[in-house]
């Protein structure tokens, strides 16, 4: 109260405030997911080109989903036969004749099921980036052992998507599944893009998933590895991570697929698989014969039923339906990782929920290569195998792995998570009095949050002032002419947690003793 203001007898009372201001903790898991989906409207209203915020898998349908249709996601297989055994991709036998499995490369996405992945395992607020809905089938398989390639994905559409994030500062994680959907070099340049807005920004990562990883080479897939160092560029690789290869999950299942994803729904090169002239099938002909006597899902059963040959098809393509790209499970291992522990936590050591198989399982010489490079210091995360374990993410690096500052995921994601939590906490002190009462202010303010990280395990050290120092003033942060200037200038040190990367045990003999 302003005493000058004072006019006329009476009891006046002046509230004075006993406490400064607080640092409210930003959240740290909010992946933004930018790609395809079947549809993106509600209500009447468009939410095409719109980063929109969702909390919840049911949210996701509601919006970008069918409302009237049980299948979302329709991709198309062709099995084709093969001269002798196929060297590369998965293959099937019928009667003495090879057929690679393989898609119509044109109506193959990735977003939905990584949706489902990510809110599989832990996953909560996220946003969403619809670029558009599923383009049209070509009606033709991709060469067998091909890269899939889309051409209804594309690079502006995604780098569109990707801009509309400049104006969110609440995503943490940028995430474009169907990238590895693109040519190498548009790859390439979205990955750059990514990191260099995350660098500009300064309050989110990248996820890559490595295009290889979906059926890679056993011998040659270091090829795709050196790939993608050669397209991440230099710039932002602090803020980019990358996990290999793609796991086979469980996300899709068998009510997803049926006769009407093979062949392009053309039942005549079906039946002829089925119901050969050399070994005739009656059962499988009366009822292809009759589909529209009955539902999808009831011709599907007794397809099954009928022919060992149909069920064995319907599994191969399951199999090769359920290969993803691993970031979407990633964004909800970090995001359960966060609200058990913190994002000082490592996302690694972990499980992913949905995995149930791999396409390389890599040995830990193989993996070294991945998690160390001398020259380009790009580090991959290894996904692996272990008896016993199962499928584990083994791996915390950034791209930027030859940093002794930045080569951690979890060091970079506590660095961002303090640093955003302060800046939003230190808007309530723009245009105060640049004198030592707002300077007390400040350094009360960020050492109360900062004792409280280190509390909880997220800074080192065996006191408080081991783990942070705050410092703000004239002489020891600011200069005369900073004030001038309009300058308030805090330094702040912190003494991050690094895991534990590397183990090293050791054992030595000893005489034994009475």
Known sequence: MNLANIKSPGVYINEV?????????????????????????YEGKSYANVPQKITSLSQFKAIYCYPDKDKQYNPEYYLVKEKSLPEKGDYMQ????????????????????????????????????????????????MTPGDQ?????????DLMGGLALLKNEEE?????????????????????????????????????????GGRNPDPIMYTNDIE????????????????????????????????????????????????????????????????LDKLTVSQNQAAL????????LMIKHILSDA??????????????TTDNEVGPWQAPANTSIVGAARLPIKLSSSQQEGLNVDAVSGKSINAIRFFNGLGILIWGA????????????????????FLEQSCKLAAHAYVFEPNDVNTWKGVIAMISSFLNGVWKEGGLQGASAADAFQVQCGLGSTMTPEDLLEGFMRVTVKVAIVHPAEFIVLTFEQQMAKS
Request: glycine share 10%; proline share 8%.
């Open 17 to 41: 405030s006993a406490f400064g201001n607080a640092v409210v903790p930003v959240a740290t898991a909010v992946p933004a997911f930018v790609g395809y989906t079947p549809q993106a409207s």
């Open 397 to 416: 690096r950034t791209l930027d792995g030859n940093s002794l500052d930045w080569r951690y995921l979890p060091v970079r994601r506590t660095m961002t």
């Open 227 to 290: 790939t993608f160092r050669n397209n991440t560029g230099t710039n932002g690789l602090k803020f980019g991570t990358a996990y290999y290869p793609f796991i086979g999950t469980t996300i899709m299942q068998n009510s997803d697929i049926d006769y009407t994803n093979l062949f392009g729904g053309d039942t005549k090169q079906l039946e002829a698989l089925l119901n050969p002239a050399d070994a005739p099938n009656p059962n499988v002909a009366a009822i292809l014969g009759n």
């Open 322 to 335: 359920n290969m993803l790209p691993p970031s979407g499970a990633l964004a909800g291992v970090i995001t």
């Open 171 to 211: 995503p943490t994680m940028y995430i474009c599944p169907e990238a590895t959907l693109l040519p190498v070099a548009d790859n390439g340049t979205l990955m750059q893009d990514m990191l260099l807005q995350n660098a500009e920004m300064g309050t989110a990562i990248s996820i890559f998933d490595i295009i």
């Open 94 to 141: 019928i009667g003495a004749d090879y057929y690679s499995i393989v898609p119509d490369p044109n109506t193959i996405y990735y977003l939905y099921n990584s949706i489902k992945l990510f809110y599989e395992n832990g996953g909560g607020d996220a946003y969403i980036v619809s670029v558009g809905s599923y383009g049209a089938p070509s009606g033709k398989p």
């Open 304 to 311: 099954i039923n009928s022919s060992k040959t149909y069920g």
């Open 148 to 156: 899939i390639i889309n051409p209804n994905v594309q690079l502006n």
